[in-house]
């Protein structure tokens, strides 16, 4: 029985070939997009799966309030963790860690940058760390020992069963690898490549044994069944309480895993609101309305044609089908479409997969192998080929077939209606995206395009290693000498990652109690004009640094501030332990995104020995040329180190990943939604010219031109094109101005790009229905109008 | 076999009713070859297709086999016509993506009869009409004749006591249409109760019994 339907099916199936492979090619990209957003979706969902204890990790939060903003941080001081270990009987584990830092590593000539983290014992159990060779025990008791990933232990050793092996740090230190531990999966919110024990940090950085060194990040495990609002309560005022200090106002609290990667966002007042979960839901969402429209779209198409089904059922029920057997039949017709459909999905998702990880930055795999995507795949197809079949089965089969075999003309209001009602609700959406993409598009470039206050093309930044500072002289004479950079300056941070600030500066006029944050900076005398940022007042630092160890250059926003933007030179302005005087004034520039402005900023000369190296390449320069030489000089001068550097252009760029993101996405969801569009007028196009053949017929002996039937006939799809246009402009221009609001430096939408859209749309549109009405507006009025 | 009574059928238009068949009463006794004769429009094959439970009365009672047909559910009737019946169509109304073969094994498959017997009953009419040699052709590789010989075959493969012709040479020459009274005599002679619809005075005289229609109202002639 089953598989003389299923035959049948497939019969239908060859016989209408362009229609069944447009049906088919429409649906498998529905699933296809679906199920690439739903991948996505569960990576984001299950990040940190892999720690056992999930629900019991937290990490330590603290909250600062500076003119009324309650700002939220993850930097707690040295003495913490231990402390809130012994004080508290419900935090029954707590680890102390550095931020993630850089190291160079290096084993015979083999020399790598690798990122790891400096951390208590406690650490390993609490993230679940699993080895692969050595012990967990003591593996960190010592400083000189060091755990490191599979990863790495490939990239230096080329095997994993390296426990006992030396390997070598910062170009002077030996360490002893304690343990290899497995690879952590790519969605995890604590990530490293090596592991050493916290004591080596300390003893780096004694003054972490303060209360008021906020530097390091303190995760702790709670006990089973804790309540953790009560226990935020009772920590809430530990810092001022156990230090003495009163002056130091952080709050505490405890943030828990699960919330980490998708919540971890806070308002002004320092409540949570949505993070990542914000976009998760989006796009679940999008994702199901994808999926339901290609259904829809899949129904449409295959009930399209039904008039000549319509002859063929009441044949069959003539010849004694019942209603039953014919609902099995177009059942199975629709379940073999969407099987089909189900996987060119899977093919094109493979094909799909590599752009879409490079797309959102992820390492996705289809994982067919687990029975919950199989279920999925399953499930969609089924429930897509009952639905799209339910249609036709219910509703053909109860066709009369006396009037049937007549050929008299399927009629069906409400189906007529349903169609046209898909057909402008898809171009709706489409004509919404096209809109969204055009905008974000031109948010980004207007973004981007903002006067940063310094050029930021042609620099180059690259890191300044201990050898270099030292030698920086000779590295700079050389430059410029082989006439390869026309600037260098010296920095304690990129300009572009300028993050540490302070509220403890004082000036004539200052409220006192008025807590002001002052990004602040290290910098060198030739740092200004390297990145181009005009000196308004006064002079740059010399270059005997240490002369002006007392002076400092502000910018116009904190000169405004202080009130001395007209003559700021020779001003004093103080810190807790010292005056300083005003040596210069800089133009203002952006110090923390193109969204903020008038942000008070100040330089200090650069007396230490971390630094970022900052070098305007010489103009017109060929980088392909100019590059290899540069390497070669600092090679020359610091030779353990490998060269690496940054182009601040890019990494300006790579600031507007979201938005490029959300750019990228709304480009790439116009397309699949004007496809699935076209397919959804394609259908409705035949359906209407199937269903007024006989009147085109007449038209025709009565002397209409096939010029004035196709116009006759693409008229009335352009206009419900407009109708969309009705619904699609009010719905985009609400969901940009929202999306614009968030951004204090924005574009205006211009009329012109809903115009584009919408005439995009219409273009579409005709080019998709041309087809059918020219088709029926050449065909043969004698076989139109005969009944057959 | 077949026992009409009152049967009307009509449309309403406005407020007023227009009969397509008018206090219809007929009888026709198994074994009979009746031709139903009549100027288009007289209601004639809405006629057969009430005989055949394709369409329904208005008013009126139809007695098929003794069972009162309107009495009983949708597939009650369904269960008691269609195992019965077959239907030739004018316009042959053969299943275009189905072979030859499939179009005669499509009532036994719909009337649920197993695989080996529907290739026994299918193979014996092939045999008998001569298309042994066409069975995996599609109508549309086949003549008009042709066609409408595998239409009376399809109609035979339930074994029906009663076969409904509407028009069946309509769509034929007067060689093909000969060819196909002859069969359906022939078919008579053997036991099967016909009722045709014609136009043609020729067929009609193959048969036994002529019934006229004007107007949707009955006047018979021997």
Known sequence: MMDNYIKMAWRNLRKERLFGLLNISGLSVGIMVASLIFLWVEDEVNYDNHVDNKSRIMQVQNTQLFEGQTYVSSSSPGPLAPALKADFPEIERSARSSWLSKSLFGLGDRALFEYGRFVDEDFLTMFSLQLVDGFAEQGLSHPNQVMISEAMAMRFFNKTNVAGSTIQVDANTQLTVSAVFKDLPSNVSVEFDWLRPFEAYFNQNPWLAQWGSNAIQTFVQVKQGTDLAALNNKIHGFIPAKSGNTAFTSKLRLYPMERWHLYNAFDKDGNEIEGRVKYVRLFSIVAWIVLVIACINFMNLATARSQKRAKEIGVKKAVGADRGSLIAQFFAESTLQAGLAGLLAVLLSVLALPYFNSVVSKELSLGLDQPSHLLFLMGIILVTGLLAGSYPALYLSSFDPVRVLKGAAVRSAPANFVRRGLVILQFAASITLVVCSILIYMQIKHAKSKDIGYDRYGLLTTVAYPKVAERYRAIKHQLQQQGLVEAVGLSDHSMLSLGANTGDYFWDGKEPNQQILITVADADGDHFETIGLKMLAGRTFKTDLQADSHNVIINKSLATLMGVAEDPIGKTISRSWADFTIIGMVDDFMVSSVYEGNEPALFSPLLSDTAVLTMRIAKHADMATVLPKIEDIFKQFNPEYPFEYRFLDEQFDRMFRLEALAGELSRIFSVMAIFISCLGLFGLAAYTAERRTKEIGIRKVLGASVMGLTNMLTKEFVILVGISCLFAFPLSYTLMENWLQNFSYRIDMAWWVFAVAGLLAVAVAIITVSFQSIRAALANPVHSLRDE | ?222
Do not use: C
């Open chain 2, 1 to 222: 076999m077949i026992v009409l009574q009152h049967i009307s059928k009509w449309h309403v238009i406005g407020s007023t009713r227009a009969f397509v068949l008018k206090d219809i009463n007929l009888t026709i006794k198994t074994g009979e070859f009746v031709s139903i004769m009549g100027p288009s429009g007289s209601g004639k094959s809405t006629l057969l297709h009430l005989l055949g439970n394709l369409d329904q009365p208005n008013e009126g009672t139809y007695h098929f086999m003794g069972e009162d047909v309107y009495a009983l559910k949708s597939n009650q009737q369904h269960q008691l016509l269609r195992p019965k019946v077959g239907f030739v169509f004018q316009s042959y109304h053969l299943i275009d993506e189905l072979t030859v073969y499939e179009n005669i094994e499509a009532p036994l498959f719909y009337k649920k009869i197993a695989g080996p017997e529907r290739k026994a009953i299918v193979g014996d009419l092939l045999d008998r009409f001569g298309i042994v040699g066409k069975k995996s052709l599609f109508p549309n590789q086949l003549s008009g004749g042709q066609q409408q010989i595998v239409g009376i075959a399809r109609a035979l493969a339930v074994s029906p006591a009663l076969i409904l012709a509407d028009e069946p040479t309509g769509n034929l020459n007067s060689r093909q249409s000969e060819e196909i009274m002859r069969l359906f005599k022939q078919l008579n002679e053997e036991g099967v109760t016909i009722a045709q619809v014609t136009h043609s005075e020729n067929n009609a005289a193959y048969g036994n019994r002529i019934v006229h229609l004007l107007d949707g109202q009955m006047k018979e002639e021997s």
